[in-house]
């Protein structure tokens, strides 16, 4: 016995989605859309994966697209279909870190509690995060001047400013100087941690840029 839904009950073959009676619906599935959508993530993932094992091991110079093609396991032909070359790579990974990064500095300011606690720890967060990447620091030099890179660094000095306003209302940071500006300072001066070899040199640069922003007496 046929069932009472019959008209409305399809097949999906491929990318094709058909009535019972073999009549085209005009529309893809959602979970295939899904299903291509994960698998395009996945590649793009793999292949920011393997450039970085390769600038690790080999300096960003002599990563060849050959080489991240057969490090991530893609073939040549569909690695040219994400990115037509190295830069274009190494871009998109330096993008990923800095979005990485941005999201671990407002968990930090989340988990922190109040303004001035915040402040300490988001810098605090910010100096690791630079010494960490220390060995991709040429890399990132290079890479700074993209659009999308140059946007999630703003997103960083709004986190940051936003911060220093609260701590100035508060009288906890200076007012003589706008927030923007004091970001500007902070961030650039918590890059020489990346230089630093030791926890206690980075807790000392924390400390000199904490300083800088005391309220003048």
């Known amino acids: 016995m046929?069932?009472?839904?019959?008209?409305?009950?399809?097949v999906c073959i491929k990318t094709v989605c058909l009535h019972s009676d073999g009549s085209y619906t005009g529309v893809v599935p959602k979970?295939?859309?899904?299903t291509i959508d994960a698998h395009r993530h996945a590649v793009r993932e793999a292949v920011l994966d393997a450039t970085a094992a390769l600038?690790?091991?080999?300096?960003?110079?002599?990563?060849?697209?050959?080489?991240?093609?057969?490090?991530?396991?893609?073939?040549?032909?569909?690695?040219?279909?994400?990115?037509?070359?190295?830069?274009?790579?190494?871009?998109?990974?330096?993008?990923?870190?800095?979005?990485?990064?941005?999201?671990?500095l407002s968990a930090v300011r989340e988990q922190a509690g109040d303004a001035r606690r915040a402040l300490v720890t988001v810098l605090e967060a910010y100096a690791h995060i630079c010494r960490r990447a220390q060995h991709g620091g040429d890399v990132a030099a290079a890479l700074h001047r993209g659009p999308d890179v140059a946007h999630a660094h703003g997103q960083l000095r709004d986190l940051v400013a936003e911060l220093l306003a609260e701590g100035a209302r508060t009288g906890d940071v200076r007012a003589d100087v706008p927030a923007p500006e004091l970001a500007?300072?902070?961030?650039?001066a918590l890059q020489a941690a990346g230089a630093?070899?030791?926890?206690?040199?980075?807790?000392r640069l924390v400390t000199v840029t904490l300083d800088g922003l005391r309220p003048p007496a």
Not at 2 to 10: K, R
Not at 31 to 34: E, S, V, Y
């Open 2 to 10: 046929s069932s009472p839904n019959l008209a409305i009950q399809c």
């Open 31 to 34: 979970l295939w859309d899904a």
């Open 55 to 104: 600038v690790a091991e080999r300096g960003p110079a002599s990563v060849t697209m050959s080489q991240v093609a057969e490090t991530s396991g893609i073939g040549r032909a569909t690695l040219y279909k994400y990115f037509p070359d190295v830069e274009s790579i190494l871009r998109a990974w330096h993008e990923r870190q800095v979005g990485a990064h941005l999201r671990e």
């Open 184 to 188: 500007g300072y902070c961030l650039h």
């Open 196 to 203: 630093l070899t030791s926890q206690a040199a980075l807790r």
